[in-house]
């Protein structure tokens, strides 16, 4: 296989394998904020113990989210130096912030998150808790903004030619707030409550059906609910929202996501469907019009297809950006139907009896998981052939010193290591959730817990 | 040029990276260096103590990486590319045993079948050696120069061209100083016979780390004389090797004075000496071209606009000292000697 496609398969594999693990991390972290403020303003016991319970399935998420992260940033250099060359001026901003403002602050007050509970007074911690939910959100920032600015490139010109050619940097905040960042920073957050709001329901509605730790699940049920029932509504106006930014700034992408052909003509938009893109036709359930409809509010309006470009500027896989899209859009109305449908059963006081509900609940979790993953397939596979919109073709952006031989080696190293990773994973989770959210030493209530003086003082 | 202070950006943005890859090389290489002693303790108990050691630590740590290398990337972006596309395979090797590593970690306490433990307690300490020493391959290549070409693209593509004779040796001096200098951070954090064990330990540690440095030194000075052509001409550098020498000097001398925590100061002082001469031997070259000078990659022709660097300089001073605060948070919180609890590892 050639090296292009060697590079394109490691860094899909290994940037999907990662994005399992940041949403968790900005979701829990979430939900252990919600609990351990509770705990902070009543003192009730039952929310510290979720609060340390979550901390430690965190802990995990987070561990794995950094080691697989560096695999990240250090893949722009192995892997696609060209492409390196030639963003870093931008690209490199928005990832120097993330280090600095969102990084730094995250592995600052991890520590005292995960180690902490018997050191410092139970404010404190939660300064450490709230520190490293910040730091995970401000993290989204700069990595969406970065990936944005790739997406619909704004507030750069472009100096030199050829191998030489780089964008550079002319008005950092035209950069920043590029046409597409905010609405899909917006959208990345809601993903990743959802993710982290979905883990929550599923393990105590895993509880509640087995009979264990019953009222303490009954609260986390609840105020994850609430998270879920607000971000999954919140994230239908949110995907709308991006929708239109797409329609506009890269109409190929949106084109592929309906497998939308003729050049200007009123579009449809399929429930479900599948897309020949020989004969140039989606084969499926269909509103008709109904895309021009969303974008334009009448079913009439014309809407930019495909034949619009050039055949070198289209996306290539079509059907599998007309699926993955699909996926996504049936997973996040799926999320509201049931938030919804819980909700109702909560105002109705049989929420805890519908034992059905709670079991869907179970495996519910995966659906934002895999919502996420399909609506990053949607992104990036929807912009190429470009790696930067409009500027850098991927197969222009790759390391030429790399030999496919050396990217087989790696990829293959990588596979197993992830697998292992991934094994462990499901192993430490299953056996955190058997073992519950109780501790045999819980009432070790030891008396060496330093307040914020002591601990800015260093007197131990 | 413009220029701040009577410096210019790119020699302000090269001093930033130095920074960060100090802080890393001293923070990530207490904990790769006590890995690396891991095996030697015989008791299950003492090996966890040793783990818990780093255990609060570690993952802030790594995160320092994370820090350095979006900032060579953001600065120097040509230097990144090529230096990365070049080391592709040590690079690799080093991604895939820092998740060993923390999959080690995080494994080894969770079952409490003998094998088990030995398995996991294996994993640490081989990966913990390995970064270790790949840290110092990537940089012996870098200071001897490598293979770059036109369009400053690295022109050998073999699977081995990273391993050496001279990055060798600056793989064992690296390997060598982190395990002196995590065998002091370990010191503070125990008590009883594991801190006795420790000071014995130190002294083997110290004198690796001394035998290698020389050898590599040596070495420097006959086969690679370009390095020194820096100290040539501003002699009065020369007081930083003077420098260097001494702070190396004062580690032992403090360990025997049983005064542990200014040893582990002037050990990291040592970690940064040792990279503030790798800094003034490279200046203001970044990676030397072993095939024609005129595609050393600097840090003027590799540099990012000056727009860029200005942006990114002002991160860092408001950036800055919030890292240190937390850092210092972080560790006044856990000041003294390993506690365990039931969070512990």
Known sequence: MDTEILARIQFAFTVAFHYIYPPLSIGLGLLMVIFESIYVRTKKKEYHVLA???????????????????????????????Y????????????????????????????????????????????????VFLGSMFSAIWIVVANSWQQTPAGYHIVGEGLNA?????????????????DRLLHVWL??????????????????????YVDISKKAFKIALVVATVFSLSQLASGHSSAEGVAVYQPAKLAAMEGHFAANAPADMYILGWVDKEQQRVSGIKIPGGLSFLMHYNFNSPVTGLTAFPKDERPPQVNAVFQFYHIMVAIGMTL?????????????????????LLWIFVFAAILPQIANQVGWFTAEMGRQPWVVYGLLRTSEAFSQAVT????????????????????????????????????????????LTKGITEVLTGNA | METFLGIDYPTWWFLVVGGLFSGYAILDGFDFGAGAWHLFFKSGYQRRIALNAVGPVWDGNEVWLVIGGGALFAGFPLMYATFFSSMYIPFMLFLVFIIFRAIAIEFRGKEEMKWWRKLWDTCYSISSIMLAFLLGIVLGNVLQGIAIGENYLYQEAGFFEFLNPYSLMTGCTSLALFMAHGAIYLLLKTEGRMFAKLTLLLKKGMIFFMVSFGITTLYTLLYIPHLSDDFKQNPYLFIIPVLTFLSIANVPRLANKKRFRIAFFFSSLTIAFLLMLVAIEL??????????????????????STKSLKIMMTFVAIGGPLVLG??????????????????SY
Request: glycine content about 8%; hydrophobic content about 50%; charged content about 15%.
């Open chain 1, 166 to 182: 780089r964008a550079e940097i002319t008005d950092f905040w035209a950069m920043v707030f590029n046409p597409s960042s905010v």
């Open chain 1, 84 to 131: 390196s060359r030639y963003v870093g001026d931008v690209f490199g901003s928005a990832l120097a912030a993330e280090g600095i403002f969102a990084f730094a602050l995250e592995s600052g007050f991890l520590g005292v998150l995960l180690f902490g509970w018997n050191r410092v007074k139970p404010w404190v911690h939660l300064v450490a808790t709230v520190g």
């Open chain 2, 283 to 304: 200046y203001p070259n970044l990676l030397m071209s072993s095939i024609d000078p005129k595609y050393h990659i600097d840090i003027y022709n590799s540099a990012s």
């Open chain 1, 191 to 212: 993903g990743a409550f959802l993710a982290g709001a979905f883990l929550v329901l599923s393990v105590h509605a895993y509880y509640l059906i087995k009979g264990r």
């Open chain 2, 326 to 343: 937390y850092t210092i948070f972080v560790y006044r919180t856990f000041k003294g000697k390993v506690q365990l609890d039931e969070t």
């Open chain 1, 52 to 82: 340390k319970f979550w901390t430690k399935i965190f802990a995990l998420t987070f561990g794995i989210g950094v080691v697989t992260g560096i695999v990240m940033e250090f893949e722009f250099g192995t892997n696609w130096a060209v």
């Open chain 1, 404 to 447: 496919s031989n050396q990217i087989l080696f790696s990829l293959i190293l990588f596979f197993a290591v992830y697998s292992l990773l991934f094994l462990l994973f499901v192993y430490l989770l299953n056996k955190k959730i058997k073992h519950g959210p109780y501790d045999e030493s819980e009432d070790d209530d030891r008396p």
């Open chain 1, 336 to 356: 509201i139907l049931l938030t919804c449908l819980a909700v109702f059963f909560w105002f109705k006081k049989s929420l805890f009896e519908k034992k059905w």
